[in-house]
């Protein structure tokens, strides 16, 4: 049985860094691209960031684009986004996701399992 677990969530003030995990289980972690969405209170998940199986190949929202870095480590099946200069904006629940195809997609739809989800809550 495939799990996501993300962990790291929490309150910070603007300006801010946190760092969130994704543990991953039930599955061939190394062969997976992962990603992070968002969704805010009413309105819809968006993409974060994702990145590719081997690490290599990475792809940013705009609105988090200079801020947040998505990094895995494939031996500890783990993948992580480090968030830095927080704004409330950034208030969300964040979810991980793991997609089979070997791209960096921003498209919800092509992601095959996903995690729970941390709360992140960005204090102005």
């Known amino acids: 049985q495939v799990q996501l677990v993300e962990s790291g969530g929490g309150l910070v003030q603007a300006g801010g860094s946190l760092r969130l995990s994704c543990a991953a289980s039930g599955l061939t972690f190394n062969v997976y691209s992962m990603g992070w969405f968002r969704q805010a209170p009413g309105k819809e998940r968006e993409f974060v960031a994702a990145i590719s199986w081997s690490g290599v190949n990475t792809k940013y929202a705009d609105s988090v684009k200079g801020r947040f870095t998505i990094s895995r480590d494939n031996a500890g099946n783990t993948a992580y986004l480090q968030m830095k200069s927080l704004k409330s904006e950034d208030t969300a629940v964040y979810y991980c996701?793991?997609?089979?195809?070997?791209?960096?997609?921003?498209?919800?739809?092509?992601?095959?399992?996903w995690g729970q989800g941390t709360q992140v809550t960005v204090s102005s």
């Open positions: 996701a793991a997609n089979i195809r070997a791209t960096t997609s921003s498209d919800s739809s092509e992601y095959n399992n």
